[in-house]
């Protein structure tokens, strides 16, 4: 009788403790800290984070929204938000604030979603023992008085942080970055040949077109970025004097530049003589005088007379290469799987001297390249000789950092290409302060039907004016995120087999040796009892 | 308290006096170490990622080898009656015998230590990172020693206790593999039960209350219903 009593009242009280940790546990999911341990704090909200949200001067409103219970991975991803968004709302001094709404059923928030450009994704989910594919959202919209920035769709957290920042950023600054584009010497018309990619430019940067060719005005260094796209005649001494003092002082140019001109309808090519490669070479790059192409290519449509009837073909064509090896590491490239070049250029580093240039890879050519020099042959109907594609492989994008030198140190200063100007007086800068430039060995695919809206060439192109008008605060975000650790480079073969077999045997060899020793202790203490 | 350092010494020395603890240690870093040194060139990273991939799942089956003796052994020699005559409290048993074999468990991650200092030879590694990894380790096992206690509390039979402690850890390991297949409305709970979301929280470098509330909870759950399962024997 007395033990009943006691197992019903000790199940009871077992009872109670395990709701009081399941409660604890509850609100431990509320209520909790964390330490960032790793040694550069990838985990923790970088400083220039804090500082952007610290900095708020009005309310910034981040409206999430985000379809409750997403299926795998994805629910893992909208508490990660969670997380980050909770961490930014600390820092911020009551200006940042933040709610998630589902849009599923409300058809109010739905219609709102989708006034802010956020789409529903497409996403399969079990359901009923039924694959199903369900319409869900995961898309945030940032509200700062009369401006809204949209991050439509977060598939992958990773740059989450840097993503946010850099919108907030964009929101809270009056200043719109300017994006030059060199006019003349052969280049693209913004309006027609680069209409798509303007209008996409135009939403976070103020376009405008830049001359070198009236007056003696040089480029104007409030211009954040210069993009010079395929020009096809030589640039004049003037014309390159500007780009250099525009560097000098600190502007940050991309290149995006072929050296054959080629037409695909005639199956012409020649190359062309830009006059710059003195001075870019000065700056720590050239483009060479070569066509790049690859049997790893995109396919194209070709007609060809076949007696009385045009039959219509495909083919692959190796001047357009199509390039997968790209750099997993740089920003401006990481989440690209793949791109078209069209008769690109290759790219080649030369270390200037005395300049510190820091060199960042971003895509190659396959090792199934065929360098062209000299003569082109783009016909698409000429058989492809593999025997021709062997490689090796061509750098075809590179991104640099660093301090330039100028090319017109020690020399005079060119007249104006406008004849009637006069000279100015300026005195020539022959450095760079730290900065940046981009160099593509191809123009082509920004312009026309070769930059396909939202494709990956266009995403190349933003992205590349991203990194040239970022500043230094966000990269540390970015770099952060990057956090590889390779093992040292020159590790011998010795030395790895050495490190194999050390750690697959010394650690069982320890434990064998700690046996043996207490074994043979043990034995010898009965041997002191027996005796 | 004495009474818990009593029972620990008991426990630890009665591991290392016979041949088990030598072999489970032996077997247990044969295995890692395979695993480790295979991937280290091929990955080429100066971290320990495939150690923390690999352990998770060695602990299913070692784990429940050392606790399965734990009490059971105990209850089927008699001994533990032995243990009821003296002033000791069930959950003082209980604790010391825990502790013991959490101590192997230590000792069973000390050795791989070996593995942390040569990568840190080889490259730069995050040193931060890797302490956090190794106390997500240490968790990990002291949940799932927990849950083997536990399991050898409630039998005689050591086969029976291996069994249930493996079978309970099994499912704290899967629980997050499976979502797929899970109701929406039921994945983050089931996400949130997942021993291994808890531990790559901690093993990414980032000690979080919420993961030590759970490991916590585990260990004092199953620990609880271990004495409980002790004292009801007692009862008998």
Redesign the interface.
């Known amino acids: 009788m007395k033990?009943k009593t006691?197992?019903v009242s000790?199940i009871s009280s077992?009872a109670v403790?395990?709701a009081i940790?399941v409660v604890?546990?509850l609100i431990?999911?509320r209520v909790?800290?964390?330490?960032?341990?790793?040694?550069?704090k990838?985990?923790t909200l970088s400083p220039a984070s804090r500082h952007t949200v610290a900095n708020l001067s009005d309310r910034l409103t981040v409206k999430a929204y985000f379809t409750?219970?997403?299926?795998?991975p994805y629910?893992?991803n909208s508490?990660y938000i969670n997380d980050v968004l909770r961490d930014y709302k600390a820092y911020s001094h009551g200006k940042f604030v933040y709610e998630f709404v589902d849009p599923a059923n409300e058809a109010k928030l739905e219609e709102e979603a989708q006034r802010y450009r956020i789409q529903p994704a497409q996403v399969n989910?079990?359901e009923k023992d039924n694959l199903q594919v369900k319409k869900v959202y995961m898309g945030l919209v940032l509200i700062y008085g009369d401006k809204h920035e949209t991050i439509p769709i977060i598939q992958d957290v990773d740059g989450f942080e840097y993503d946010m920042t850099s919108t907030i950023k964009r929101l809270v600054s009056d200043h719109i970055p300017k994006v030059g584009f060199l006019g003349g010497f052969g280049t693209p018309d913004l309006g027609q040949d680069m209409r798509n990619l303007t209008t996409a430019l135009s939403k976070h940067y103020d376009v405008t077109p830049v001359s070198t060719e009236a007056g003696n005005s040089m480029i104007d260094n409030n211009i954040d970025v210069l993009c010079i796209v395929q020009p096809k005649e030589a640039l004049d001494d003037w014309t390159k004097f500007c780009i250099d003092q525009y560097v000098m002082h600190g502007g940050k140019v991309g290149w995006f530049i072929n050296k054959v001109k080629a037409d695909p309808q005639t199956s012409q090519a020649s190359g062309m003589n830009l006059g710059i490669d003195d001075m870019t070479r000065g700056y720590g790059f050239a483009v060479g005088n070569n066509l790049v192409t690859d049997a790893h290519a995109a396919a194209i449509t070709v007609q060809q007379p076949q007696g009385n009837v045009m039959m219509i073909t495909q083919v692959y064509y190796p001047a357009f290469p199509n390039i997968t090896d790209i750099s997993k590491q740089h920003p401006m490239v990481k989440d690209l799987q793949q791109l078209t070049l069209f008769f690109p250029s290759s790219v080649d580093t030369v270390r200037p001297v005395g300049a510190q240039v820091q060199y960042a890879p971003l895509f190659s050519s396959s090792d199934k390249t065929r360098l062209q020099v000299g003569r082109y042959d783009i016909n698409p109907m000429a058989q492809m000789k593999r025997e021709d594609y062997v490689g090796p492989k061509k750098l075809l994008g590179v991104a640099m950092t660093g301090t330039f030198q100028s090319f017109f140190s020690g020399k005079p200063v060119p007249h104006p290409k406008d004849s009637t100007a006069a000279l100015p007086s300026v005195s020539i800068v022959t450095q760079s302060p730290n900065t940046r430039m981009v160099v593509i060995g191809d123009g082509n695919f920004v312009q026309g039907q070769y930059a396909q809206g939202g494709g990956p060439n266009q995403i190349l192109f933003l992205n590349a004016v991203d990194w040239l008008s970022q500043d230094q605060d966000l990269m540390s975000i970015r770099s952060r995120e990057a956090?590889?650790?390779?093992?040292?480079p020159d590790?011998s073969d010795t030395t790895?087999q050495t490190?194999?077999?050390?750690?697959?045997?010394?650690?069982?060899a320890?434990?064998?040796m700690?046996?043996l020793f207490?074994w043979t202790a043990?034995r010898n203490r009965r041997k002191g009892v027996t005796l | 308290m004495d009474n818990i350092l009593v029972i620990f010494k008991r426990e630890f020395r009665s591991y290392?006096?016979s041949?088990v603890a030598?072999i489970v240690?032996?077997f247990f870093?044969?295995v890692s170490?395979?695993f480790?040194?295979?991937n280290?060139?091929l990955m080429?990273?100066?971290?320990l990622q495939t150690l923390f991939g690999i352990i998770p799942l060695l602990y299913i089956f070692f784990v429940p080898a050392i606790s399965m003796r734990l009490v059971a052994e105990e209850r089927k020699s008699g001994t533990i009656e032995l243990l009821f005559t003296y002033p000791i409290k069930d959950s003082e048993i209980i604790i010391g015998k825990y502790l013991a074999a959490l101590g192997l468990i230590l000792i069973l991650l000390l050795?791989?230590l070996?593995?942390a200092i040569?990568?840190s030879m080889?490259?730069?590694?995050?040193?931060?990172?890797t302490?956090?990894g190794y106390l997500a380790l240490f968790l990990m096992g002291a949940g799932y020693l927990a849950i083997g206690v536990f399991a050898s509390s409630i039998t005689e039979n050591q086969i029976i206790a291996f069994i249930v402690a493996l079978a309970i850890s099994f499912f704290f390991f899967i629980i997050n593999k499976i979502?797929?297949?899970v109701p929406?409305?039921l994945?983050?709970i089931f996400?949130?039960l997942a021993i291994e979301y808890h531990f790559q929280n901690i093993a990414?470098?980032?000690?979080?209350?919420?993961a030590l509330?759970?490991f916590f909870?585990m260990i004092?759950?199953s620990l609880?219903?271990a004495s409980?399962a002790l004292?009801?024997r007692k009862?008998d």
């Not at chain 1, 909790?32 to 550069?40: H, V």
């Not at chain 1, 956090?483 to 040292?488: F, H, Q, Y």
């Not at chain 2, 080429?44 to 971290?47: D, R, V, Y």
């Open positions: 033990r006691w197992s000790s077992l403790v395990i940790v604890i546990n431990g999911t909790f800290t964390r330490a960032d341990l790793t040694e550069k990838i985990y409750k219970n997403l299926p795998p629910n893992a508490e989910v079990m956090a590889i650790r390779p093992l040292k590790i790895k490190v194999k077999y050390a750690n697959l045997f010394v650690p069982p320890l434990v064998l700690l046996g207490r043990k | 290392f006096d041949p030598y240690l032996m870093l044969l170490g395979y480790f040194t295979s280290l060139f080429n990273q100066a971290n050795f791989t070996v593995y040569s990568v080889l490259g730069n590694m995050d040193g931060g990172q302490f956090s979502l797929f297949f929406p409305a994945a983050s996400e949130y990414r470098g980032v000690i979080d209350t919420r509330i759970y909870s004092y759950v609880l219903l409980h004292s009801r009862g």
